[in-house]
């Protein structure tokens, strides 16, 4: 199994950053991806950037330029940093751990973003 911890979540005005961090214990080397995902009230959960235990990342088109997802392998902790952040981010922010033997999610942190 995986643990997933998220933290770094807070309220910041349009146009602040934030870093979000995702920190993994358990079977990690079990792990193919680790995904930021959120959801919004009322809305579905959508993902927003993904990064693979070797680096390659992708990124939902609404945050390309803004977000950059980054991993440390040697702390197992995979992070958000956003960017020039709007108030349509404003969400509860979850990581994601795909591996070999299962999905795994965090508990969630909640991004508020003030116009």
């Known amino acids: 199994q995986v643990q997933l911890v998220e933290s770094g979540g807070g309220l910041v005005q349009t146009g602040g950053s934030l870093r979000l961090s995702c920190a993994a214990s358990?079977?990690?080397?079990?792990?193919?991806?680790i995904g930021w995902y959120r959801q919004a009230p009322g809305n579905q959960r959508e993902l927003v950037a993904i990064i693979s235990w070797a680096g390659t990342t992708n990124y939902a088109d609404s945050v390309k330029g803004r977000f950059t997802i980054s991993r440390d392998n040697a702390k197992n902790t995979v992070y958000l940093q956003m960017n020039s952040l709007k108030p349509e981010d404003t969400a509860v922010y979850y990581c994601?751990?795909?591996?070999?033997?299962?999905?795994?999610w965090g508990q969630g942190t909640q991004v508020t973003v003030s116009s």
């Open positions: 358990g079977s990690t080397f079990n792990i193919k991806f």
């Open positions: 994601n751990a795909d591996t070999f033997t299962g999905n795994y």
